[in-house]
């Protein structure tokens, strides 16, 4: 689908240690902030566990996940968006990106100074997110300068446009975030070609000491009150214990590592999951004897654009699509059980394709 979702967070905050549990590119880790000048990408397998339920009912050949782009941007600190070490650069990436995952510091290193001389999931929380509003602030005014001439003319689009801008331009400057505005969509479409950073939607990570791992810890309580009423998750990653796990290579090991404190899968697997759902990405399969395969697409797409994302030629083509819901494919075993039981639907050009749904196209081009 061509989306992904930026990891930021302040320097030493265990960001990249939680980058390199998710993907199979190990960044390097190092105890020293600003040791990094460029972003890492990763393309990493969403875990669903639908897939190999699928592969021993259809017996297929092997299994292909949905994938979602994960993008390591290098450790802000607090003067990011005036330049910072680096912070410019880091910020153009960050532009570039659909949506965020903030990563905050919520445990105790002395071996692992923080930027800031003490641990304060909150501070650390409204550093970031003040950076990002000085930028957006930043593209706002020179885009209210761009158009206050063609509005002093009298030009209806341009006024309206620039009373848009000026309401984001009230938001930013009381310190909050710009997707939290609350004006019409079609007025949001206005600045959309700025890529605000604070427009993106964003989950937050708590990055805790191992031996909260389960029930996180005052740091990871403190960021959760500060963020309730904020429309968004926040996860609580033992980044340093994922990086074991992750390193263990038989997956016994890693299922009684992961029994032994408590986990019943890693935690970097839901927050790959929550990466995907924050993205609007939704799920459907194909499965036959070759494979048993999941693939992206956004929420709303109909039947022709979801076949599309697997050929062009099925959406330039596409008569009907023959739908089976996972839950009753699995209940009942077999395609065929599925037709009996009236379980198997065919659909045309307007349906929605649902999370879950099995599909084979028809087509003809």
């Known amino acids: 689908m061509g989306l992904n979702c930026g990891i930021v967070g302040l320097a030493n905050c265990g960001k990249t240690t939680i980058f390199n549990c998710m993907s199979s590119t190990k960044a390097q880790i ?32 092997k299994v292909v996940h949905a994938t979602v782009e994960i993008v390591d941007i290098p450790g802000l600190t607090k003067g990011s968006s005036k330049g910072e070490g680096m912070g410019n650069s880091f910020l153009a990436d960050i532009r570039q990106t659909d949506a965020i995952i903030h990563v905050i510091r919520c445990f105790d290193d002395e071996n692992l100074p923080h930027i800031e001389g003490s641990v304060n999931s909150v501070r650390d929380k409204e550093i970031i997110d003040l950076e990002l509003q000085i930028n957006d602030l930043d593209q706002i005014v020179r885009k209210i300068q761009r158009v206050e001439k063609a509005a002093k003319t009298g030009d209806k689009d341009a006024k309206h446009l620039l009373e848009v801008l000026t309401l984001y331009k009230d938001h930013l400057e009381s310190f909050q975030s710009a997707r939290t505005l609350n004006i019409p969509e079609e007025d949001r479409k206005l600045v959309k070609d700025l890529c605000l950073l604070t427009e993106k939607p ?15 810890n005052k740091y990871s309580e403190m960021l959760k009150q500060a963020v309730k009423d904020e429309k968004t998750d926040v996860l609580v990653i033992a980044g340093k214990l994922e990086a074991e796990i992750s390193e263990l290579e038989s997956e016994e090991d890693r299922i009684a590592f992961l029994n032994d404190v408590g986990l019943t899968e890693p935690s970097v697997n839901k927050l790959i999951r929550s990466a995907y759902d924050l993205l609007n990405l939704r799920t459907f399969f194909t499965a036959g004897p070759k494979e048993a395969r999941a693939w992206t697409i956004k929420t709303g797409m109909n039947a022709p654009q979801a076949s599309g994302v697997i050929h062009s030629d099925l959406e330039r083509g596409f008569i009907r699509a023959e739908v089976m819901k996972y839950d009753d494919f699995v209940k009942l075993g077999s395609e065929h059980a599925c037709k009996e039981s009236g379980k198997f639907f065919v659909e045309g050009k307007n349906y929605i394709v649902e999370e879950g749904d099995i599909m084979h196209i028809r087509f003809n081009v």
């Open 30 to 61: 190092t105890n020293f902030a600003f040791s990094s000048n460029k972003s890492n990408i990763a393309i990493v397998n969403v875990p669903d566990e639908r897939l190999y339920v699928l592969e021993k009912l259809v017996k297929a050949a």
């Open 202 to 216: 964003v989950l937050y990570v708590c990055n805790v000491d191992d031996a909260s791992a389960v029930t996180g």
